[in-house]
């Protein structure tokens, strides 16, 4: 019950804003900028969905062999395409994950590496977002949000995670050992989560190298993502600088990733709005350009259903 209360709430708040923004937009207009897409150039930018996919495989395979374990790496990028499928057919962006580490469980890995490299995956890929966002905001991109909260969230998050990264690599024994004492103390969920993330801090203690290396992959695989952002722009005939989507894409991800919607419905196309406005996009742009987005993640979802369906479920040895 109550899951379907909350489900129920999520549901409210992205029929909200939809029904907010049609309400201001003319859904002609928007149409129209549909219509006017180059589809040659949308279709290159859905070829870098893949190239994400290797990256991440990459990444993923690091920071399990860190931990003593060794997993095909076509079978990774196999996995992170059926978290696609996962993370938009379900009313949870955490579906993903949790398949993700079931994968990593299923080809071999223990529960505690399978849940370590993971988190850690996704920890580094939102530290090297929140870089690039803090890098555009000193080269000056951030004259058109200068008195924007979500600005202001970005950066605080970016030293955030600049400083948790600095404490994974030089955290001393005691400290880790008083944190899980402290978990200990917390409400059953919270203990879940935060023993997970603190087993991820010890099982990486160790490996700086791996670390470093799947950090320059999270630069790199970020970098593909503002660069599919653009790309679709583009392709919209929307003209908005490079430089100012690596502070864009990295607010609109964070942001969405706060779970007041379903999978980002409305959160996205308002945000897109938003943050587009402030480059001189109308709004009927910046909704089209959101509704691209989410179009090609859902067929980018429906290909990983696919390779869901013909792949045969067992738990492989290492």
Partial sequence: MNAWVKFVLKAAVSAALIAYLLGKVDIREVWMTIRGANWVVLCFAFLLFYVGFTITAARWQTLLRALGDSTDFWFLVRSFMVAIF????????IGGDAMRMYDSWRAGSSKTQAVAAVVMDRFLGLLALLVFALAAVWLGEYAALYDSNLLQLTIFGAAAAIIALL??????????????????????????????????????????????????????????????????????????????????????????????????????????????????VTQ?????????????????????????ALRKERRCTA
Avoid: C
């Fill in 167 to 280: 404490v994974i690599v030089f955290m001393p024994t005691s400290l880790l050992s008083w944190l899980q004492r402290a978990a200990g103390r917390l409400q059953p969920r919270l203990r879940s989560i935060a023993d997970a993330i603190l087993k991820s801090l010890s099982a990486f203690r160790n490996s700086r190298g791996a670390l470093a290396i799947a950090l320059g992959l999270s630069f790199l695989l970020q970098a593909n993502v503002v660069l599919y952002h653009w790309i679709v722009a583009g392709a919209l005939g929307i003209s908005v600088p490079l430089s100012a989507f690596f502070l864009i894409v990295p607010i609109a991800i964070v942001v969405m990733m706060i779970p007041i919607s379903i999978n980002g419905i409305g959160v996205r196309e308002s945000l897109f709005v938003l943050l587009l406005s402030a480059h001189g």
């Fill in 284 to 308: 009927a742009e910046g909704l089209a350009f959101a509704w691209i987005l989410y179009a090609l993640l859902l067929l980018q979802g429906l290909v990983g259903g696919v390779v869901f």
């Fill in 86 to 93: 996962f993370s938009n057919f379900l009313p949870s962006t």
